[in-house]
């Protein structure tokens, strides 16, 4: 494991919260400072003849090339977990975070990235007939073709409901096509050195040649939270909003987060001293359960933890509720 440079970057306050978040990033992109076609991830670069190179890169990274899997954390009937202390640069637990996966939902931490990055909040999109998927299981908020919202509105739709209908036409809005955001979503994934990363669609639905790792998320995940809007969706616990029909009717969106760690109802809670900022979920056959989460300690330092393929929800919240002991146990 490495842990490079402690420098700290203020990037969001989070309503009533003083979250102090660390940035993961430098101005020297993976994607210019080395051929990330050589390479599996951003990591291994680190012991190679660019090392001097991929310092510069991963300066404000958690990085690690090993598994770190202290006994005390229980994570079984999972396929991958990592916990990453974003205040000291330490990879805190790491099982499989290279192996590539299928992401299901977390696939819109992508989406809601590209979206932030070349849009405003404030823009109107209409809905194309594309919205309308017919996919067993697949998680829809209902827009149908010549619906207008804001882009405001369909984040809220995209990263707490998962709608991925508001996943499709967020796509169209700012890229044309779900190809050509697709596209983007892989140039954005290969800027932050996220190389065992590739996206085939904006919503996480399973498809040919759509993967990423856990490590990959954790990379896309802190680049997100630069934006104080993406802190604020994943933050919140319910949401109501009027858009309008094709002939200009109000219609209503009104959801709760499926991140159960901010439903009191849902039994399940954080370890003590731990708080649960907010986070992603995601599920389907091929996937599993899965769920990336921001917490913070009782100092309010940051930390990204994500676990992919659980076996069913309640063992992933079981096992995510352990790997966030490790957070106290570090301290």
């Given at each position: 494991?490495k842990?490079?440079?402690?420098?700290?970057?203020?990037?969001?306050?989070?309503?009533?919260?003083?979250l102090?978040?660390?940035?993961?990033g430098?101005?020297?992109?993976?994607?210019?400072?080395y051929?990330?076609n050589?390479?599996?991830?951003?990591?291994?670069?680190?012991e190679?003849?660019?090392?001097?190179?991929?310092?510069?890169?991963?300066?404000?990274l958690?990085?690690?090339?090993?598994n770190?899997?202290p006994?005390?954390?229980?994570?079984a009937?999972?396929?991958c977990?990592?916990?990453?202390?974003?205040?000291?640069?330490?990879?805190?637990?790491?099982?499989?975070?290279?192996k590539?996966?299928n992401?299901a939902?977390?696939?819109?931490?992508?989406t809601?990235?590209?979206a932030?990055?070349?849009?405003?909040?404030?823009?109107?999109i209409?809905?194309?007939?594309n919205?309308?998927?017919?996919?067993?299981?697949?998680?829809?908020?209902?827009?149908?073709?010549?619906d207008?919202?804001?882009?405001?509105?369909?984040?809220?739709?995209?990263?707490?409901?998962?709608?991925?209908?508001?996943?499709v036409?967020?796509?169209?809005?700012?890229?044309?096509?779900?190809?050509?955001?697709?596209d983007?979503?892989n140039?954005?994934?290969?800027?932050?050195?996220?190389?065992n990363?590739?996206?085939?669609?904006?919503h996480?639905l399973?498809?040919?040649?759509?993967?990423?790792?856990?490590y990959?998320?954790?990379l896309?995940?802190?680049?997100?939270?630069?934006?104080d809007?993406?802190?604020?969706?994943i933050?919140?616990?319910?949401?109501?909003?009027?858009?309008?029909d094709?002939?200009?009717?109000e219609?209503?969106?009104?959801?709760?987060?499926?991140?159960q760690?901010?439903?009191t109802?849902?039994?399940?809670k954080?370890?003590?001293?731990?708080?649960?900022i907010?986070?992603?979920?995601?599920?389907?056959e091929a996937?599993?359960?899965?769920?990336?989460?921001?917490s913070?300690?009782?100092?309010?330092?940051p930390?990204?933890?994500?676990?992919?393929?659980?076996d069913?929800?309640a063992?992933?919240?079981?096992k995510?509720?352990?790997?966030?002991?490790a957070?106290t146990?570090?301290?």
């Amino acid at each position: 494991m490495k842990c490079i440079n402690k420098k700290k970057k203020i990037i969001a306050a989070l309503l009533s919260c003083s979250l102090m978040m660390v940035g993961c990033g430098s101005n020297t992109t993976f994607e210019n400072a080395y051929d990330a076609n050589s390479i599996s991830s951003a990591y291994s670069v680190l012991e190679g003849d660019n090392s001097s190179v991929a310092k510069t890169f991963a300066q404000d990274l958690c990085v690690t090339s090993e598994n770190i899997t202290p006994s005390s954390v229980d994570v079984a009937n999972t396929e991958c977990a990592g916990l990453f202390d974003l205040t000291n640069k330490e990879v805190l637990y790491a099982s499989n975070i290279h192996k590539q996966m299928n992401p299901a939902s977390l696939t819109k931490i992508m989406t809601a990235l590209i979206a932030l990055e070349n849009s405003s909040i404030d823009e109107v999109i209409t809905a194309t007939s594309n919205v309308k998927i017919t996919e067993s299981g697949a998680q829809l908020c209902g827009f149908q073709e010549g619906d207008t919202f804001t882009m405001d509105q369909a984040l809220y739709a995209l990263l707490m409901y998962s709608g991925n209908d508001a996943g499709v036409a967020i796509a169209e809005h700012v890229a044309g096509s779900v190809e050509a955001f697709a596209d983007m979503m892989n140039e954005k994934a290969k800027e932050l050195g996220a190389t065992n990363t590739h996206f085939s669609n904006p919503h996480g639905l399973t498809a040919a040649d759509h993967y990423t790792t856990a490590y990959d998320l954790y990379l896309i995940f802190n680049e997100a939270m630069k934006y104080d809007k993406f802190i604020e969706v994943i933050h919140s616990t319910e949401y109501s909003s009027v858009y309008h029909d094709k002939n200009g009717a109000e219609k209503e969106l009104t959801f709760k987060s499926t991140n159960q760690f901010l439903n009191t109802d849902s039994g399940y809670k954080a370890p003590e001293n731990i708080t649960v900022i907010g986070g992603k979920t995601g599920t389907t056959e091929a996937a599993g359960a899965c769920l990336i989460l921001l917490s913070k300690d009782t100092a309010g330092n940051p930390y990204i933890s994500v676990i992919l393929k659980a076996d069913d929800r309640a063992v992933l919240y079981t096992k995510m509720t352990n790997l966030l002991t490790a957070i106290t146990a570090a301290n």
